[in-house]
DNA sequence: GTGAAAGCGCTAACAC
DNA sequence: GTGTTAGCGCTTTCAC
């Protein structure tokens, strides 16, 4: 009775290259010739390798070539996204996985949730597995445990965020001129008490973005004293009770500008909730689905997340065929998409 | 001057067990049990090893520990989905992703846009790198291909698209079922003229939905010569186009059932320009988000991706484990949300 | 054109 | 506790 359940691998052994061999009548290296069509093997030859391979449903091993072969690569990318389960970095990762797939490469992606915790525990399981590359949206303080790995060759991108303690190419949004862009919007249509709706403050782009705000605001001489600003936000529910507390304030702000998504809809939630949608200006930093079928549409400071993941892949993509310039940093612009929010004007002054 | 261009891997070559081992001044055994954590080292031993470890930067090369490892494992899993930049494939990839990090397996996806003739390449160049496990949504017409593999006892869940030409665990949504709660709900609420907007009837899903729709049509005993039926539709253009085109005929439906997210929303694009959008019922196939923000909320059969995904991989884990059993459908029930669109009652009868 | 031998970095099996 | 040998499936090198 073999109908053990021993947890080893089912079915019959997978077949190796000498099994194929043996059944061809020929050598091991003609085999490997054949399975990667290197040139001379006479036609025949190819013929009774193919057909015996066939006959064995035999696949080339590529774990095996890998280890032996000169190059050692892996033809593997690793990605560190906050989750796979958000536009943002779905959009970075169909990118990315674009440009390897045309080179035959394959990519594994990684959610890190923003937790510092799981950034190192995932890049070096990515690296025990010998990727080619990494493109990482880094969330720890410091990335300078990545040196080594570095020396070692390793090529890394890192998209999003800017590293800490290290360089390293990089491939960011124009953060800081976005939410500029956005706050001189708001003071263009005559608002002077504009409120700032944050994300984590440990979150590079957050304080990029805060920066580029109250760069507006000082440009524009307004006091910043006043200025209500609410950080720390996460999610929809905190920018929903952030904005609602704004709302209910003695001085309500008459606009307000969001630094990421969660928190726009969040707010905008609150807005609606208060019958404010139609009163309060709003700009938020990064666009989403459906912002222009809201009423009013949402007006926002889109990012580019394709282009962010082709630029990187082609960074890496570069570097793995022997680029060796000094690290370089680009910046992805911005766009204001306007909609109806953020063309609301105040309504006393 | 060797700052020379030759494409090879950058930077000073890569320590091995070996490297450690001598530094350590043991044997390359007692290096690869420290670096797997077995047990009978001194730990005298384990404390020279790890410092030569470290000062080495010295990272385990698991490749070749799956070599010759006795289940030959990768600790590797395959993922295709329609693409990776959709929230319904991102949903059920982060499912997948959190079962399998929880069982060290890294996860490898690769988006196929509904093209059939990417799903063997893909398929190909997962096995070529001996993945453990493959979770797929097919879209080609026949995956028999796939039985030599399965016989080699590779694991294979489908999700989403139920197999042809080979039978397989499977997780899939209630598509029948809920395409008839959502007509149902129309019917209920007095419309007899329901439209039908679907996408491509190569896709099985549409097919389902398709099905479940006349189902319910027919339960309610309408005739369905005269139901407008569109299908086709791939996204919201045609989505948009096809509405208008139903909106402007000469007896022009009183509510319509969308089989797709992009298709919901091009129809209440189109609903929109016509401003029929709160006189036309309209019931969606799969959830989206903000669709309770818009006005009218839109009302969905909502799907759960995340449980799929789930579900999935804790079949291709279970597998993993030596379960044998037969082939295991799991149907994952979906649940209508009222919010607006679908309580819409007919004008004129 | 073709194949034999060595070896990629590691673990299995077994000896001490 | 520890080390030695063989070998995972393939590519490299080199001989013929």
Known sequence: MSQSSKPARAGRSRPTMRHVATLAGVGIKTVSRVMNGEPNVSSATIARVMEAAQSLDYQLDERAGNLRRADGRTRTLGLLVSSVDNP??????????????????????????????????????????????????????????????????????????????????TVISDNRGGAMTATEHLLNHGHHRIAYLGDRREIYTARERRGGFFDALGRAGIPTGGIPV????????????????????????????????????????????????????????????????????????????????????????????????????????TTLIARGTGEILPLIN
């Open 230 to 333: 609410i950080e720390d936000l996460h999610n929809e529910e905190s920018a929903t009770k952030a904005m609602l507390a704004l709302l209910d304030s003695a001085t309500p702000p008459t606009a307000v500008f969001t630094s990421q998504n969660l928190v726009t809809i969040g707010a905008i939630r609150a807005l609606r909730s208060r019958g404010a949608h139609h009163t309060t200006a709003l700009v938020g930093f990064d666009d989403f689905q459906l912002s222009d079928l809201l009423e009013p549409g949402v007006t926002v400071v889109a990012q580019d997340p394709q282009e962010i993941g082709r630029a990187a892949a082609e960074r890496i993509i570069d570097r793995l065929d022997g680029d060796n310039c000094p690290a370089r940093r680009c910046i992805v612009p």
């Open 88 to 169: 943002f970095s779905g959009t970075l990762h169909r990118a990315v996985e674009d440009a390897a797939q045309a080179r035959g490469i394959a990519v594994f992606a990684s959610s890190l949730d923003d937790d510092s915790q799981r950034e190192k525990v995932a890049v070096n399981a990515f690296l025990r597995r010998r990727v080619d590359g990494l493109i990482l949206t880094t969330i720890s303080e410091d990335q300078s445990y990545l040196a080594p790995e570095m020396r070692h060759g390793t090529p890394m991108v890192f998209v999003d965020r800017e590293p800490v303690g290290i360089s390293g190419d």
